[in-house]
């Protein structure tokens, strides 16, 4: 892939998070949604590739663009899987809360893992516990780990993980050993490459959400050196049979690891922040211009570039209003 893809997806982005960011704290996801999708659909007509959605909005008859199977870019090489989620977080949106991002992952043809939608449990972790992790291990066999190596204390170590019912067990066990909880209301793709910058005071991410949005946190994880391993969680004979349409017949039982969810040495990983978080600011609307912030990530090289952007909204219509 050339280098100036990443470029390229950064646009894509941008474009996404200007037009959702509209819709902050207005209460209303599905037409934020919207706005990202249809942005990004968009700005994907401009960038040099050939592209196919084997992550996005859903079948073909569930969603009208980014569906799954579409083809994306002006055509001709390179031949790519791409990943998107064009608003991660349509919920903090709405109500104006932390972390909502606009993503897109890219590989090289038939190296994303075509993840169902469906939950997948998850571990994720930054370059100085890679290795150090396993997903069948007792939750405290892993917080001490990766506190060992991140050279704290248990006291010390931060866990991220969705606020959900279902991790009610987990959070009292975590806080039984005296590790601290940072409660995501959504948006655990921002929490698992939150564990790969110490300055955003995340060590490990912990818990079950989407198995694409796992592949997406797999792409960013292999760009910046850290690890993610996931196990499908079926919910009905439908995931399971389409589980078992992958190959994986036993999903109890099988470990996806980095190299299944995302193969290859060279992926690209791009997301702007919507509204803000510990890695991105959000969009900043001042008049006929915006800001945003985005970050960009090559695994071929391990380049991992944040980028400023100031757009003069009059040059850009379609992006300046609801």
């Not at 940072?182 to 005071?201: E, H, K, M, Q």
């Not at 985005?294 to 379609?318: A, C, Q, W, Y």
């Amino acid at each position: 892939m050339e280098r100036s893809l990443s470029l390229e997806l950064v646009r894509v982005t941008e474009a996404a998070a200007l037009s959702s960011a509209r819709w902050m704290g207005l209460g209303k996801k599905n037409e934020a949604d919207e706005a990202a999708t249809s942005a990004m659909r968009s700005e994907f007509e401009n960038v040099p590739m050939d592209g196919e959605v084997v992550i996005g909005e859903g079948e073909m008859d569930e969603a009208p663009m980014l569906y799954i199977g579409e083809k994306l870019g002006r055509g001709g090489p390179p031949y790519v899987d791409v990943a998107v989620d064009p608003l991660e977080g349509t919920n903090i949106v709405a109500n104006g809360t932390w972390n909502a991002i606009a993503v897109i992952a890219i590989a090289d043809k038939g190296n994303l893992l075509h993840a169902p939608d469906m939950y997948m449990e998850k571990i994720a972790v930054g370059p100085k516990a890679v290795g150090k992790i396993d997903i069948n291990a007792p939750v405290a066999d892993n917080l001490k780990a990766v506190a060992a190596a991140n050279g704290k204390d248990i006291e010390d170590l931060v866990v991220a993980t969705l606020d959900r019912e279902r991790h009610q067990k987990m959070i009292q066990e975590i806080r039984e050993m005296g590790a601290r909880i940072r409660l995501l209301p959504d948006g655990d793709v921002a929490g698992a490459i939150n564990s790969a910058f110490p300055d955003t005071g995340v060590d490990i991410l912990l818990g079950s959400g989407g198995a694409p949005e796992g592949v997406l946190a797999a792409v960013a994880l292999k760009c910046l050196g850290g690890e993610i391993q996931g196990k499908l969680l079926p919910q009905n004979e439908e995931e399971i049979a389409r589980c078992n349409q992958m190959g994986i017949h036993h999903p109890a039982e099988q470990t996806l690891f980095m190299n299944d969810l995302v193969k290859g040495d060279d992926a690209i990983f791009a997301a702007t922040g919507v509204t803000d978080g510990e890695l991105l600011r959000g969009v900043r609307f001042q008049g006929t211009r915006a800001t945003t912030q985005s970050v960009v990530m090559r695994g071929k090289t391990g380049t991992v570039r944040f980028i400023d952007g100031n757009h003069r909204l009059e040059k850009k219509p379609r992006l300046s209003a609801k």
